[in-house]
């Protein structure tokens, strides 16, 4: 069955799969937000930008974006102002990725970094309520402590934009269900960077590639198949289906070299730079390639290097179907 979605099932997957037990539950698993107050240097706000404009594709969701170019871009004076998603993705009720610029009405100006934290990593919004897990936040539960804090030292520095939005709601249900998926997560360090595997994992992790690269079922990440791609993504007439990333020889990537790997990526510096052409059916994806375009390619290199030691998985994708 094709599901319309736009920027990764991941939420559905787990809400799904927490099952009716949650019904009974009565307030999501949670702890008071921290009292901290995210030191504003210099580093943290750069760190901070690459997390929330690259690594961890903040924008995707949450920014405005022009879906007529090639990606789909943000466009900078939206950026952080919230989306309303739209139905035609078939999510489970009304779906709003909130204002999370610094504006005190619309945005989240008046949340402490704690509550901005809790949210991010825990899945708790200011007010106790359990967020949509369509937000990742369960991958972002394994960012670090030092990560979580430049994340929010820069969002503190975005221009706020006044954009009031609805609240989401979920059919029932769903509504329900996901008081199940929020957790605490709390001192995480940080990933050894001089470990590579585990620095690529971490990418992968807070990079969110497992939840467009997994095919579903009913929901659900299919059992054995991480990483293996043939999830659908479709916008109007449009059309791509995320390619399998693991390292089979004959259908997934286990051919491509760490170089081929990491110009897959660079080759779209100039387009990040200088805008990409027109999106059309012929290109159209929504792989961020324009974010991931400015990852480093020590990052892209451990990406890599964690990749090829994922269950090679033999699943043979059309990732541009001709329809
Ligand atoms: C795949 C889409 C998606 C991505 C990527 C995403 N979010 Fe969200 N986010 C959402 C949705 C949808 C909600 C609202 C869920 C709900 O209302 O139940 C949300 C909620 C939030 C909230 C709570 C706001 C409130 O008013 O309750 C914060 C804060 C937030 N996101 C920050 C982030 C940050 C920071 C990142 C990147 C590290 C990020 N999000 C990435 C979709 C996304
Ligand atoms: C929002 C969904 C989404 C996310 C997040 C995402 N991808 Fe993709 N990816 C796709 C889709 C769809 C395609 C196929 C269309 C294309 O090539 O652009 C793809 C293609 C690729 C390809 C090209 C494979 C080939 O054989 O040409 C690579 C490599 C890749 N992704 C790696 C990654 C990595 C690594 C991450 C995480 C850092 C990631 N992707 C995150 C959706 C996504």
Same mark, same amino acid.
């Given at each position: 069955?094709?599901? @319309? ?14 099952? %009716?037990?949650? +019904? ?6 949670? +702890? ?19 997390? %929330? ?16 170019? %090639? ?7 939206g ?15 009304d ?24 949210? @991010?990593?825990e899945? @708790? ?55 199940g ?34 095919p ?30 693991t ?14 790997? @990491?110009e897959?990526?660079h ?18 994806? +929504? ?20 990749l ?16």
């Amino acid at each position: 069955m094709e599901k @319309i979605l736009l920027f990764g099932s991941l939420g559905v997957v787990t809400v799904i799969g927490a099952g %009716f037990g949650y +019904l009974s539950l009565r307030s999501p698993n949670h +702890l008071p937000a921290e009292s901290i107050q995210v030191p504003m240097t210099p580093e943290n706000i750069a760190r901070g930008e690459y997390l %929330f404009t690259v690594l961890a594709d903040c924008d995707g969701c949450h920014s405005e974006r022009d879906l007529s170019k %090639f990606t789909a871009p943000v466009v900078a004076r939206g950026r952080g102002r919230g989306w309303q998603l739209p139905k035609e993705l078939g999510l489970p009720g009304d779906v709003v990725a909130p204002n999370i610029t610094p504006d005190v009405e619309t945005g989240i100006g008046a949340w402490t970094d704690g509550e901005k934290i809790r949210a @991010i990593r825990e899945g @708790i919004s200011r007010d106790g309520r359990p967020l949509f897990p369509m937000m990742p936040y369960q991958g972002f539960a394994k960012m670090s402590d030092g990560d979580v804090q430049a994340l929010v030292a820069y969002m503190n520095t975005l221009p706020a934009v006044r954009n009031p939005l609805p609240r989401t709601k979920l059919n029932f249900p769903v509504n329900y269900l996901i008081t199940g998926a929020p957790a605490p997560s709390r001192n995480i360090a940080a990933p050894n960077k001089a470990n590579k595997l585990e620095w690529g994992r971490y990418l992968v992790t807070v990079g969110g590639c497992g939840g467009c690269h997994t095919p579903m079922e009913k929901g659900e990440p299919i059992p054995g198949k991480q990483f293996a791609g043939g999830e659908p993504f479709v916008v109007s007439s449009y059309k791509a289906v995320s390619a399998n990333i693991t390292p089979d020889t004959d259908t997934g990537i286990g051919k491509m070299s760490e170089a081929e790997f @990491i110009e897959r990526f660079h080759q779209y510096k100039k387009y990040a730079q200088d805008g990409p052409p027109a999106m059309t059916a012929e290109n159209f994806t +929504l792989m961020p390639w324009l974010s991931f375009a400015k990852m480093p390619s020590e990052d892209l290199s451990a990406i890599y290097a964690y990749l090829r030691t994922v269950k090679p998985v033999n699943h043979s994708v059309e990732t541009h179907p001709q329809k």
